[in-house]
């Protein structure tokens, strides 16, 4: 009886509980609601207020103007002479060291003032110091120095022996004694045909005494014979002033045909030097920039993995930096990724994370956009980052810029709130649908 007394009980508690869970008070509904719809409505309105930077990422490297320049090795071997100490002050084209190789920097320097002395655009006025030709070790230039030198010679030679202007001098020579000859050929011919005109008349005062047979026949053909024989000492004379004149073009054509050989001759090896003088120069600016360290600008020379010589160093290595004395403007250079490319505008605000200095710790360098480039390279457009600031960072450090400085940019290009943000998607949607319509 208890135990069914107990159960009736717990059954009547049972249906109370339920009942008033069934059944929640209406101003707790009313309320809950009201949270709720406060709640929504004060995400919605800060979604319409609230801003947040949509950023396009990109690599960036801050640089001037004038740049460091990198000297480069572009052998392998090891650093022979070190002409400069760390912190000196260089000039464009100094050498600044010299990688080992078989030839004597003493001897390229000769070289170089050889050609420096080699006046190519007038070659008989140049004269070189030829007392050390044969005694320069040139290494990998010394074949294009050989063949530099032979040429120099031949040429010299032909110049100094002046073969065909004594060849010329004789012929003239000639030509002015056959011109004597035949102003005498002329004389001469003209005595003959004065001789012939007297012979003529005397023929004819015979031949009148013939007819009338005052002399006889055989006086009458002696006559005649002495007449033919001047005749004839008349046509041998005109012969010899044809061939005198006909050697004396002979001789003045020779002296074309030699001043032709000359200039033929002279061409030839005018050319055959310059050729042999070319390739040695490009050989010898070959082997600079291949062993020679120089300088490619003015500035303050910085050591970067160079500390002795004799060391090893192999193609590729970064061994010098000349830093210039005036830097100019700093810019900050950027390649822009293709993807999102379209959003970068000019005057946008750009923040420059620096690899070597924690923008935790130093701050970020700030900037704007200047120019975006409208052609490509391999991996994006290039653009330009105007730095009001400089090197002073978010934080006002100033950096030190003693050389180029890598990082992240990340380039702010617009601020929409999260409401705008929510319905662009659903403006697409609706555009390209009506669109389709």
């Known amino acids: 009886m208890e135990i069914d007394d107990r159960l009736k009980k717990i059954n009547l508690r049972s249906e109370e509980i339920a009942e008033i869970l069934g059944v929640p008070p209406k101003g707790i509904v009313r309320w809950g609601i009201t949270i709720i719809f406060l709640v929504i409505a004060i995400v919605f309105i800060g979604s319409a207020f609230f801003k947040y930077p949509d950023i396009v990422v990109a690599p960036a490297v801050i640089t001037s103007e004038n740049p460091p320049s990198v000297i480069i090795s572009k052998a392998n071997g090891k650093i022979t002479d070190i002409l400069f100490t760390d912190g000196s002050l260089v000039k464009k084209g100094d050498t600044i060291a010299v990688i080992e190789n078989p030839a004597q920097l003493k001897d390229i320097e000769c070289l170089s003032r050889i050609i420096n002395g080699f006046n190519h655009r007038k070659l008989s006025d140049t004269l070189l110091d030829s007392r050390y030709f044969d005694k320069l070790n040139l290494g990998d230039i010394q074949a294009q120095f050989n063949a530099f030198s032979k040429s120099y010679f031949e040429y010299r030679l032909f110049l100094k022996q002046s073969y065909h202007e004594q060849k010329i001098k004789a012929i003239e020579s000639q030509i002015k004694q056959y011109n004597q000859y035949y102003n005498r050929l002329w004389a001469q011919r003209n005595l003959t045909l004065k001789d012939l005109e007297l012979t003529q008349r005397q023929f004819a005062r015979d031949s009148s005494l013939f007819k009338t047979g005052v002399i006889s026949a055989v006086d009458y053909e002696r006559s005649q014979g002495v007449l033919l024989s001047k005749r004839q000492s008349l046509e041998s004379a005109r012969l010899n002033l044809s061939t005198t004149a006909i050697t004396i073009e ?3 054509q020779s002296i074309i045909d030699t001043r032709l050989e000359q200039e033929s001759q002279s061409k030839k090896l005018a050319e055959d030097l310059m050729n042999s003088y070319n390739q040695m120069v490009s050989t010898l600016s070959t082997w600079e920039k291949t062993y020679l360290l120089i300088a490619p600008s003015s500035g303050k020379l910085t050591y970067m993995s160079v500390w002795s010589n004799l060391q090893e160093v192999r193609s590729g290595d970064r061994l010098f930096t000349i830093n210039p004395e005036k830097r100019g403007e700093i810019f900050a250079m950027l390649t822009l990724p293709f993807e999102g490319a379209g959003k970068v505008k000019l005057e946008q605000r750009v923040t420059i994370k620096l690899d070597g200095y924690p923008y935790m710790e130093f701050g970020m360098i ?72």
């Open 366 to 437: 700030e900037g704007v956009i200047q120019s975006v480039s409208s052609g490509s390279v391999e991996k994006g457009f290039p653009v330009v980052v105007r730095l009001p600031k400089g090197p002073i960072t978010s934080y006002g450090q100033e950096l030190s810029f003693e050389r180029d400085l890598s990082g992240i940019a990340e380039i702010t290009t617009e601020n929409l709130t999260l409401l705008q943000r929510f319905f662009n998607p659903l403006k697409y949607i609706f555009k390209d649908r009506v669109s389709k319509k």
């Open 250 to 252: 002979g001789l003045r």
